[in-house]
């Protein structure tokens, strides 16, 4: 697609529920990033993947968020019993190299009530 | 560990004036730096891109420079707009580890 695409827009969790934010990256762009973004605050890095392998995961805060990327295209970012501080906007972004910048997504604004 | 700052935090001027937006990184080991726009409730759109090998960018009415030696980049915005309200992003590309780190960001507000 032209660029990158992320669903669902908005998520309301109870707390405790599982949630899978999906990601859907230019087509041919190797990386695919994951960033969380706190309010007023800058995006932190989550993980990366490069086709679908996934290089880093050491910005995933604790072992209930899980990334995935099988077919090295569309990642999946998934939260198993959410908290109140996973309230967050979550950013997908891809690159087609090392020599370009990423692109972002719109983002998932997910909301742990 | 990298780490980003931006300053001002935020910024009002009136339309038509030209403002400086600063940010600084403490690792010079960059593979390049990128400037992103960020309007409310929306994602991040990219402005600027600047190799580390190069100094200076420029698209329309912005410009951003890069010195990578101290450390430092700046966006010039000429002739400002009420359109150009939004808030300002830096991050620069490790070049270890590929990742991008964000300054926490410029809210620019630019009055009619």
């Known amino acids: 697609g032209a660029g990158v695409s992320q669903s669902p827009r908005y998520k309301v969790a109870k707390r405790g529920q599982d949630v899978a934010l999906r990601c859907d990256p230019i087509?041919?762009?190797?990386?695919l990033f994951w960033y969380q973004q706190a309010l007023g605050q800058g995006p932190e890095f989550l993980t990366y993947f490069q086709n679908e392998a996934q290089l880093d995961k050491s910005g995933l805060p604790s072992d209930r968020f899980f990334a995935e990327r099988p077919e090295g295209s569309v990642s999946t970012l998934k939260i198993q019993r959410t908290q109140q501080e996973d309230s967050a906007v979550y950013l997908c972004?891809?690159?087609?190299?090392?020599?370009?910048?990423?692109?972002f997504g719109s983002g998932t604004r997910l909301t742990v009530v | 560990k990298q780490e980003v700052t931006q300053i001002p935090a935020a910024l009002s001027v009136p339309e038509g004036e030209n403002l400086v937006l600063n940010c600084s990184f403490t690792d010079s080991a960059i593979y390049n730096l990128q400037w992103f726009r960020q309007d409310p409730g929306k994602g991040l759109t990219s402005l600027l891109l600047?190799?580390?090998?190069?100094r200076e960018q420029t698209s329309g009415r912005l410009n951003a420079s890069l010195d990578k030696s101290s450390g430092r980049s700046t966006l010039y915005i000429a002739a400002s707009q009420p359109g150009d309200s939004a808030t300002y992003l830096c991050a620069v590309r490790e070049g270890a580890t590929n990742k991008l780190i964000f300054g926490t960001g410029t809210l620019l507000a630019v009055q009619p």
């Open positions: 972004a891809s690159s087609l190299d090392r020599n370009n910048g990423y692109t």
């Open positions: 600047i190799q580390s090998s190069q």
């Open positions: 087509s041919g762009h190797v990386s």
